[in-house]
């Protein structure tokens, strides 16, 4: 059942059950409001509408294979998925709001060079239900937290995998997280993060009235290509025009926030910072408002074996001054959860890889004489 969207749900219980479609409105509510399982539960259902649930469907939520808290209030779940594979999903409280990052995929496939995500490989894609899952599971637990600032007011599609690249399941997902018998999140309280798939950025400006966030990296298509080899495909000048119909599709978007990971000596001097400043400067005088793009810094979160470094902090701060003396605005993302290895960049879960990516990069790893802690 965690399958289905509301339209899904009302259309499986008037076709397949020969019900009124107000019983998925019912259903809903108790699994996603009040986290109930068992059919047997649902106490304004009749009776032999349960029993006949019972026989014909399921509710599979994910196991929650540990959880871990940081110091600094943030949690993680490892969550299995099917056999050996388990993704892993953040909450990240904050004084005015609670965020969920959510993953899309066992794995990524995109090799960019600076996320752990990556050096694990690619199994599949999940399922609706596997992603809306990681929701229940992380509104369970906030259930129980009886702290205004723990509840859950915020999703970001930015955990492990390239959400474009599951793109029905996401988007279904997606629904149920901000429909008001799933999770009640506001259209711009839910945000897709892309590494720059043109083609469903484009598909997505019609199916979907959500935030848009796109990881950057890098202002020149040369760097940005090592960095995000999926650049090789749809370049810098390709993205910013996606960018650009992404937010004339609905009047509603305002802005695009861009996400540039600071690394120390690659992406990092102020030259790049110049860079950066002027294709921000074009985007927002394309769309005729400043605000049109904001860029969040994010320093980078070092991991077992990567060959970048996390810039020092007096440089990241004369990186943000270029740009907002470029009349940018840009903020610096404050790391959290990196002492349980749940920040930005970090995620890895544990996964069945089918592209040998996990082998090349332990294979890489032992000639440098490191340690592979995720082996």
Known sequence: ??????????????????EQRFRAHQVMKWIHHRHVTDFGQMTDLGKALRAKLEQRAEVRVPDVQFDKPSADGTHKWLLGMDGR???????????????????SQVGCALNCQFCSTATQG?????????????????????GNVPHQQRRLTNVVMMGMGEPLANFDNVVRAMSVMRDDLGYGLANKRVTLSTAGMVPMIDRLSVESDVSLAVSLHAANDELRSELVPLNKKYPVAELMDACVRYLQANSR????????????????????????????????????????????????????????????????????????????????????????????????????????????FRRRLQEQGGVDHAA
């Not at 289905?4 to 259309?11: Q, S």
């Open 1 to 18: 059942m965690l399958e289905l969207d509301r339209a899904g749900l009302e259309r499986w219980f008037a076709d397949t059950l020969g």
């Open 85 to 103: 594979n388990a993704i892993e999903t953040v909450y990240i409280p904050d004084k005015t709001r609670g965020t969920l990052c959510v993953s």
């Open 122 to 142: 690619f199994n599949r894609n999940l399922s609706t239900a596997e992603i809306i899952g990681q929701v229940w599971v992380a509104a369970r637990h906030l």
């Open 253 to 360: 978007r305002d802005s695009i926030t861009f996400e540039y990971t600071l690394m120390h000596g690659v992406n990092d001097r102020p030259e790049h910072a110049r860079q950066l400043a002027r294709l921000m400067r074009q985007f927002c005088n394309t769309m005729q408002s400043r605000e049109a793009a904001k860029v969040n810094l994010i320093p980078f979160n070092p991991f077992p074996g990567t060959r970048f470094e996390r810039t020092p902090e007096e440089d990241v701060r004369a990186f943000q001054k270029i740009l907002i003396d470029a009349n940018v605005l840009t903020l610096v993302r404050r790391t959290r959860g990196d002492d349980i290895d749940a920040a930005c960049g970090q995620l890895k879960g544990q996964v069945m890889d089918r592209t040998r990516r996990q082998a090349e």
